[in-house]
């Protein structure tokens, strides 16, 4: 048997993979106990994806296991052993507003979770594609020291910078930098999940994201900003903007686009690698230009407000670097731009509402 094993499965990365993986694996293991509602309240809850995944795929088995608990994860690595062909870690607290509240809770999750997950891949089907969804925040605050330059609906960095062409690559120093508690536990998970690969020689790949994004996201207000920010603008609820003027500039990649990377690097590992993996040039806006957006895909003007006060540690401008990867992997590149995936996340998004009216 050929099996998948997918770590925060009713998340938005995670559920992408089940339905993307669903034809290409015998079975689709979902490991997820919708800690995302623990994290951030009923907007965050998981569960309706877990109930469409398994109303619509017939061989996705869900397992609710804790990824902290390595007792829970060994029952089922026993279970399934060599069989499992393919593990994506997901699962993550995934918010560096909200690690600061439990750092105890987002280090064992983010880091711990990581290692017990890569442990028992090693102990139980060693020859398995590991891939982990890492984050861009890995390189701390050193993004908003470049030069950057403010426009009328944005920052962007000077046209003379290497960066500016295509972005930040994946030499960007992550040491020397303020990253937030979060940002750090997925530093110690990233790194552990490259060494992995180079010292015990697994399938291992790090995928470090920019904003993940699509319409099966389960926005709030501290995680998953342009689901969130739709919402806002269908209900009418109130949006704040933090800090930078409303002119920071964020890369954003459709699931879609991110799990079919995983399944070009699922094809041909390359043990240890490293990958940013983003919107990059082709999709990307500034808060501003997101708001801008979402009117007019909604028909509604948006209630927002601004603070001046940053959020710790935030990047004023982050565009990824995606030339190692399409070097790597020339058969990959983009599906979809900015505009078809938040009218997917609008279209998502307002139907979900009805329903819970």
Request: with cysteine.
């Amino acid at each position: 048997m050929k099996i998948a094993l997918v770590t925060g499965s009713a998340g938005l990365i995670g559920s992408e993979a089940v339905a993307f993986f669903a034809d290409k694996f015998d079975l689709i293991i979902g490991i997820d106990n919708n800690m995302r509602q623990y994290f951030f309240g009923a907007d965050g809850s998981t569960e309706w994806n877990r109930n469409r995944l398994a109303e619509t795929y017939s061989n996705y088995l869900h397992r609710p296991a804790d990824i902290r608990e390595v007792g829970q994860l060994e029952t089922i690595f026993q279970e399934f052993g060599t069989d499992i062909k393919l593990v994506l870690h997901t699962a993550a607290q995934p918010s560096h507003d909200w690690a600061a509240r439990e750092p105890f809770t987002d280090f064992g999750v983010n880091a711990v979770g990581t290692l017990n997950m890569l442990e028992m891949t090693r102990l139980h089907c060693p020859e398995a594609v590991f891939i982990f969804t890492s984050t861009n925040k890995v390189y701390g605050d050193n993004p908003n020291f470049l030069p950057l330059i403010e426009t009328e609906t944005r920052w962007e960095i000077d046209h003379n910078h290497p960066y500016f062409e295509n972005g930040i690559d994946e030499f960007m120093s992550i040491d020397h930098t303020k990253h937030s508690v979060f940002g750090a536990s997925k530093v110690a998970a990233d790194i552990m999940v490259q060494e992995y690969g180079r010292y015990f020689g697994m399938n291992t790949g790090v995928f470090r994201g920019g904003c993940l994004t699509g319409p099966n996201h389960s926005g709030a207000q501290l995680h998953g900003f342009l689901s969130y920010l739709m919402k806002c603008a269908i209900t009418g609820n109130q949006y704040t903007i933090f800090g930078y003027k409303g002119k920071q500039v964020r890369d954003n990649i459709h699931s879609w686009d991110l799990v079919n990377m995983f399944w070009h690097f699922y094809q041909n590992p390359r043990p240890g690698e490293v990958y940013n993996a983003g919107g990059g040039r082709y999709a990307n806006c500034s808060m501003l230009e997101a708001i801008a957006l979402c009117e007019e895909i909604s028909g509604n003007k948006m209630n927002y407000q601004y603070s001046e006060t940053n959020r710790s540690g935030d990047h004023i401008w982050y565009i990824s670097d995606l030339t190692k990867f399409k070097q790597h992997y020339p058969g990959w590149d983009w599906t979809f731009d900015l505009k078809e995936t938040m009218s997917q996340i609008h279209d998502s998004m307002a139907a979900r509402l009805l329903l819970q009216k």
